[in-house]
């Protein structure tokens, strides 16, 4: 998924290559960090499994407009993708929610992304 993301012009312009899993000890901004993640098996065939994603966007612009279209840009990059890694491939990808806030100091705004996945067996 990260490769997936870093590989659109759209995610890369306002991204970069800040995206991880953690952040490192002074990470620059916009950055989109994976949270949590929960996978259960699904009746599907295949072996399918179904994987919930958190992914967060952070970004310290004094406003709520980049860490939108960063959440904008993932969202569209996202949806519907077939992708595969480590002998699975997506029947199934989408995002499910999202919200935007701003910190209470107004120095951070947070963009989150809830993503649903199915996966199989290739």
Do not use: C, N
Request: aromatic fraction near 6%; proline fraction near 6%; hydrophobic fraction near 45%.
């Amino acid at each position: 998924m990260i490769a997936h993301l870093k590989s659109d012009p759209a995610s890369q312009a306002l991204l970069g290559d800040r995206l991880w899993d953690a952040a490192p000890p002074s990470p620059d901004y916009p950055h989109l960090l994976i949270g949590r993640s929960e996978s259960r098996p699904v009746a599907a065939e295949g072996g399918g499994i179904e994987h919930l994603l958190t992914l967060t966007i952070v970004s310290s612009f004094r406003g709520a407009e980049e860490a939108k279209a960063a959440m904008a840009a993932v969202r569209l990059r996202l949806t519907d993708a077939a992708l595969e890694a480590d002998g699975v491939k997506t029947i199934s990808l989408g995002v499910r929610f999202t919200d935007v806030w701003r910190s209470p100091t107004g120095f951070r705004t947070y963009a989150v992304l809830r993503v649903r996945a199915v996966t199989e067996d290739i």
